[in-house]
């Protein structure tokens, strides 16, 4: 699965940025789709998941109630709103895709695209 990213910016803090993602090759096995982050310094953090088999999506605590992900799974495409945004969500942003939410660390990576957000 080929992964491209798309959106990245410099924001101020308070503000908004869409991050859109594209995947081709996907296959049947690859229902969800989602977004990991890592910052200078920091391990690789899960931000959204979503899985297009129930529609379920799942957050990481520090995003919830800021970020929201969403898509179309005919296109295989799959987006990330981010709102509300502060200099801790600094990071280079990764769509990635595989069989569930909880497997999509193991799946497949796009390269990332840098969101930066001053204070």
């Known amino acids: 699965v080929r992964l491209t990213e798309s959106g990245r910016g410099l924001v101020q803090t308070g503000g908004s940025l869409r991050l859109s993602c594209t995947a081709s090759g996907r296959t049947s096995r690859d229902r969800a789709m989602g977004w990991f982050r890592q910052a200078p310094g920091k391990e690789r953090e899960f931000v959204a998941g979503?899985?297009?088999?129930?529609?379920?999506?799942a957050y990481g605590d520090s995003v919830k109630g800021r970020f929201a992900i969403s898509g179309d799974d005919a296109k295989s495409t799959v987006s990330l709103q981010m709102n509300a945004l502060t200099p801790e969500d600094t990071a280079v942003y990764y769509c990635?895709?595989?069989?569930?939410?909880?497997?999509?660390?193991?799946?497949?990576w796009g390269q990332g695209t840098q969101v930066t957000v001053s204070s």
């Open positions: 990635t895709a595989g069989i569930s939410i909880p497997a999509l660390y193991f799946g497949s």
């Open positions: 979503v899985d297009w088999s129930d529609f379920d999506t």
